[in-house]
């Protein structure tokens, strides 16, 4: 999923600042399972906005809604016949949501209420962590199943560096070293031998330094 | 007097396009620069042009500075994160190097390295800052450096952009001037009424403003030209003369040397020479324009 966390309300008190009547919106996918900007946080942004606005002696009215998905024009559409009474939206969805509800709707100001961060999982409640940075170009076959472009530091493919120690990472003690993980791996899978092969030089065109993606199939396209 | 101080006073600077070499033999670069020796202000020395991976400016300028050239830098966004970008100005300061020019680099897939990671750590702005910090003798953690480097700083400007597209190219080359910029090199100049257009709109006192004149090498090439990139137009009858003319070279270099004397009369701060591969045409063409 995509992992969010959510903005210091300061942030999101200056951005709203000066409007009467805002919309924030929330995502039922990734964001509410990270708990960041699910139907629980819209409710808690909300009144805490309102508190702050009220205390401040200015008035504002905020309304809630969370669409099922932010990523998709059907979910979107849902708040087509509103969305002209408000003079500003604060979306909870990721940066992806922020961005397709600014499109669809032109003329309104839309404000980002979370940080977007990265693709990963719940390691526990309240702890998700990295693990795809969507390259475009899938080793995990190669690297038992343990990513070194999101989970080694300095995203080494023929790994480790020096800077491995005891299995950590040397950046920080509680980071364990991907490529530690990754021979760990290959011993339980007795395909350890593996490991003597060079990674070649990556592509990276395929990732982000590739420009902007775009994914597009023809057999499913209407 | 130093390039810095001949712009400085708006004296007309010609400066050429040198191009390091695709190896680590040298002496072509010595070669073609000693044919002009103290009939250029400076040299200027891209920073792998077009992506097309080659030895960097760095140490052309280095080498060139070694021979008694005035050189200017090219520092490039797109190749090297800030701890880079800061090394090698520091370097460039302390090997002699005393101008330099800023530049975003053109993107990587349109070199010869395609599957490369650019790195864009800082755009052109913030690599102005990180200079302005420089010169105030600060790096851009803000730890006191042991001794600050002084640039004549210059970038680019666009003179083909038209419409929208100027007024940001000229909003762009304003908030340059005010993180240091004191020259522009332009993109190439062809059509002297458009660029005359473009001209109405800068402040010369703030800024000067350098053409650049590109030596065509055939009516092919100015065809190609006209037709594909935007930021550039040539007009039909300079094509054409290229064209109808027996000694092709002749008027190529006939063409360029009008245009750097045109410039000239303009009051333009001065002019960028590139020949894109044609340095040992340069003497020709110098002495055509009368340098």
Redesign the interface.
Known sequence: MIVADKKPIEEIIDMVKGYHKILIVGCNECVTVCEAGGKKEVGVLASALRMYFMNEGEKIEVDEITLERQCDHEYLEEIRNSIDQYDAVVSLACGVGVQFMAEKYFGTPVYPGVNTCFMGVTEERGVWSERCQGCGQCILDKTAGICPISRCAKRLLNGPCGGSTQGKCEISKDLDCAWQLIIDRLKELDRLDEYEEIAP?????T?R???PRKVVREDVRQ | MTLKEKIASRKFVVLGEFEPPKGADFSRLTKSANQVKGRLDALVVPEMANAVMKAGSLGGCAFLNAQGFETILQVCCRDRNRLALQADILSASALGISNLMAVSGE???FGDH?????VYDLDLMQLLEILSNFQGGRDMAGIELTGAPAFCIGSTVNAGAIGGALDIEIENLERMVEGGVQFAITTPVFDLHRFQQFMKRIDIEKVAIIPTVLLLKSAGMARYIDRNIKSVSIPSEMIREIQKAPDKLKQCIKTAAELITHLKEMGMAGVLISTVGWEDKLPQLLDAAKL
């Open positions: 030089i990556k592509d990276w065109s990732e330094a590739g420009g | 993107d990587i897939r395609p599957q490369a990671r650019e």
